[in-house]
């Protein structure tokens, strides 16, 4: 992603600093690019960090406080200076914002800056509806479609209407509620290696919630919860399409689905 160098700064055109994630970056840049085109058309001036490194939320959720906090050092100083922190992603935005204040409460030097940065850290559909005010974008997706809630974004940040609002607003979309949409999928992060069973067991009930829907496309503000869910879609053989959400309010839902090889469900590439 090219860095933008506009420094601007007012109250209609923030400068935002976009929180790529490592699971965007390194499995769909698309999310990004889709990020990058609903701020901008929000009024914002965005910025990618070069210094910008994970969340650090494995290693804090393996103990490893010590790597922990060298990482969190690194993104506070990564991000100084922008309006806001951005990220499309709740789980790593609940690490920012939630775990970060905590993780430096003892250490007086870090602490009030840590407790600033969080203050301007803010999932993306969050951001957009409830500080940019954005009530409507002009986009379309054909289809019916259901949603998931990841775990981090509905429990430690409150993301639940935000996504429903502005799809509601997406032409030819119909979107219907799955059985258990507030339900964890199973993935959490390390969760689904420590737990291989019982993360399968769960994803497994939310592909059948997700099938029973009638949806054909399965949406979600975490690329995590999407590869845990569009994997188990494919070992069962389902034709159902995974996208982040934000890839649909961009009208950037063009490409193959998450999951799915360049050419469709279950082709191989071409060599």
């Not at 992603?89 to 250490?107: I, N, R, W």
């Not at 059948?208 to 949406?219: F, P, V």
């Not at 070992?235 to 961009?250: D, F, N, P, T």
Request: glycine share 8%; proline share 5%; aromatic share 8%.
């Amino acid at each position: 992603m090219k860095q933008n160098t506009d420094s601007t700064r007012s109250e209609d055109h923030p400068r935002v600093g976009l929180f790529v994630t490592c699971l965007v970056d390194l499995f769909r840049p698309n999310v990004g690019f889709a990020t990058v085109k609903l701020l901008e058309d929000a009024g914002c001036h965005v910025e990618v960090p070069r210094l910008q490194t994970c969340c650090a939320q494995p290693a804090y959720n393996n103990g490893d406080i010590g790597r922990t906090e060298l990482i969190a050092k690194q993104v506070i100083n990564a991000f100084e200076g922008y309006d806001y922190v951005v990220a499309p992603s709740g789980s790593c935005v609940g690490m920012l914002k939630t775990h970060y204040p905590e993780l430096f409460q003892d250490a007086p030097e870090w602490r009030d800056r840590a407790r600033e940065f969080s203050q301007r850290c803010h999932e993306l559909l969050s951001f957009l509806y409830d500080i940019r005010q954005i009530e409507r974008i002009e986009a379309r997706y054909e289809g019916i479609v259901t949603y998931h809630d990841s775990c981090s974004g509905l429990r430690e940040l409150g993301v639940y209407p935000q996504p429903r609002r502005l799809l509601s607003c997406v032409d030819d979309l119909n979107l219907v509620e799955m059985a258990e949409f507030n339900v964890c999928c199973g993935f959490g992060g390390t969760f689904c290696v420590k737990y291989p069973e019982l993360s399968q067991r769960m994803v497994s009930d939310k592909v059948k919630n997700i099938h029973a829907s009638g949806a054909k496309t399965i949406l979600a503000g975490d690329l995590g919860c999407l590869l845990n869910i569009s994997g188990r879609l494919t070992r069962e053989g389902h034709s159902i399409k995974a996208y982040h959400v934000a890839e649909v309010l961009a009208n950037m839902a063009d490409l193959p689905a998450i999951g799915e090889g360049l050419n469709g469900f279950h082709e191989k590439p071409i060599p």
